[in-house]
């Protein structure tokens, strides 16, 4: 009939747009195809990067992410979809594709569809190759976390390797080495166990490098069955700079240790660096600049002339952050004030203790606090609570405490480079890999920045061991008799303070200078009487080991002895313009003192006895002791470190004249 709609087709036949009978089926195949060979081009990829382990978890999974997205996009949108279609879809399909429509929709509106069908299918893809890769990987990688939880692996033995560097380094050194660790993990086990050890002063390593590690002093006896170390034999050396390394290097005689300088594994800068308050008013003192450009003498004559602040930097004898710092300011003037001399720090480490606990509590002296001429990571690890001392109070600083730093052209960088320790005849081709890969990867892993800007220049082994000469030769005289309390209280168990005393001793080597003299004598009571022994004459650096073996080879002997008959006895052994007296004592000669005599008294008799130190070990410590005032200096409670109250003993001598 004209002008009636068209009847509905009855033969059967779909809509062109329509999905034919068995689509959803071949929807279904076409999907099975693209995750089938999506999954299988991932896993090989997996096992590939797995297998070689060159590219790290993060980045393989990312790889294989990739693929499977191009993979699955190739099979839904390329050519190759629609080859596979043809292939899926059945001959009906494709005929009724064929056959002419009834109405066609118009070429925008087919476009539209078309375009709006390949993105659904884009999008689509995406979902299905990301679910690909992760999806299966996450189970795996759980599934192995458990598994490794709840079974653990039967692991190999690692491959022990041992790496020394300075104390204000070991805190992110130690974080590096387990992430190293984790990344070379292999079914959970480790194939590398990397202790840490600290490194010691530049002239300890020097000897210990040169006769396969054991140390340069008198601590062996003679009926002892083995040679006394520095501790475990390291395979690698973080140094504080190529200088150090070159300077440690040129002096390890024949026979000793090689050492491969390689590349550097951080980069830093020494800065000056001071609390808070205090920088804000030596800001305001500089001349107007950018906060990295302040010459050297500008900040020096505004800290010291206009300010009188102390200047601090660890000890150039023990710590090669402090020799550059005196390489840096030796052409200042004098660097040797007395609380520099006075000072003891053995690293950066040590100094920053210092400065924590002097700045802790509301009744810190913060106007007399001083300026640190120390490492900028050190100073930020300080600031950020990750300053690693067993020594100090724990947490960051805070507020007017925290630590300001001033940059400076004039302040050498430091390069920190990995040096492969190789021990004669016990080179190793695995040891040799290990260090290798783990020099290689702190490379491209470094354990900290100096920041953005120019790189500063570092010291040359040449300039370093000019340095060191000319802070040894500036260095006051120190000339002093150790007079000994060999009293039977000093050898009482549990633990004999002699004991304690001879293995701590030889630590003060480094601090002595050629210039330097020291004797040895003992005292105590024997038979109501005091005795007294001269056990070594005067020496200095070069024959420091002899006296070293005296004092521990000391016995026991009679009861306590009164100081100020040691100090008479000094006195009329020595000259002018007098000496000073080291006595080392567990305090229990403070209660031996005759009536109606005082160590202060006697101190003003001799005048040949120019000054007083005692260094009191065990429990009695200096509560006994008289005040301290005239030339009775100091009494210093040793506690549980014997070493470190001898070496501020040594330090505390040195500069007593300049108080």
Partial sequence: MSGSSPSPSTDGSREPDADPPGGLSTKLKETAATALVASGIAGLVTVLTDGVRALGAGLALLVCAVIGLAVAVLLTLGRFARFLRRRLEPARRRRAARRPASAAPGKRLLRLRRFMSKLSAGYISVLLGVSIVTIPWGVVQGGTWLSHRIWPPDCDRPLELRVVTAPENMTVLQESIAHFTREQLLNGCAPYAISVGVAPSIGELTYAFGDNWYRDDARQEGDEPFRRLYGPRPDAWI?????????????????????????????????????????????????????????????????????????????????????????????????????????????????????????????????????????????????????????????????????????????????????????????????????????????????????????????????????????????????????????????????????????????????????????????????????????????????????????TGATPDGSDAPISDMIMNLNGRARAPGRALVVVTDGGVFNDEPSGRSIGATLARASNVSALYVLALGDNGCDRSPPRQGKYRECVEAGADIRQALRHLISSLRGRDLR
Wanted: charged letters at 25%; one cysteine or more.
């Fill in 239 to 551: 140094a504080t700079s190529t200088g150090e390394a070159e300077l440690v290097t040129n002096y390890v005689g024949p026979g000793g240790a090689t050492l491969d300088i390689g590349s550097s594994v951080a980069s830093d800068r020494l800065v000056v660096g001071m609390i808070s308050g205090r920088a804000e008013r030596v800001r305001k003192e500089l001349p107007p600049g950018p906060p990295d450009s302040h010459s050297l003498p500008d900040l020096w004559e505004v800290i010291r002339s206009k300010f009188a602040m102390p200047v601090n930097y660890p000890q150039p004898e023990l710590s090669t952050a402090g020799l550059v710092a005196v390489s840096d300011l030796m052409p200042l003037g004098n660097v040797l004030g007395a609380e520099q001399l006075g000072l003891v720090a053995e690293s950066v480490s040590s100094l920053l203790c210092r400065v924590r606990i002097a700045t802790r509590g509301a009744d810190a002296e913060l106007d007399q606090s001083p300026a640190l001429v120390i490492p900028l990571h050190s100073l930020r690890e300080y600031n950020n609570g990750r300053f690693d001392d067993p020594r100090c109070p724990e947490g960051a600083p805070s507020g007017m405490t925290k630590l300001k730093e001033f940059l400076s052209p004039g302040l050498s960088g430091l390069d920190y480079p990995f040096v492969r320790i190789d021990w004669p005849n016990e080179r190793n081709k695995e040891r040799t890999a290990a260090l290798d890969l783990f020099r290689a990867w702190l490379v491209a892993n470094p354990l900290f920045g100096a920041g953005p800007g120019k790189r500063q220049p570092v010291r040359t082994f040449q300039e370093l061991e000019k340095a060191q000469g000319q802070f040894f030769g500036r260095l006051p005289r120190v000339d002093a008799e150790i007079a000994l309390d060999v009293s039977g209280s000093m050898a009482e168990p549990p633990r004999s303070l002699l004991i304690r005393l001879r293995e701590t001793f030889p630590d003060i080597k480094p601090l002595i200078t050629p210039r330097d003299d020291f004797t040895l004598s003992s005292f105590s009571t024997v038979k109501d009487r005091t005795r007294f022994r001269q056990l070594h004459q005067a020496v200095g650096r070069a024959e420091f080991d002899s006296l070293t073996r005296m004092v």
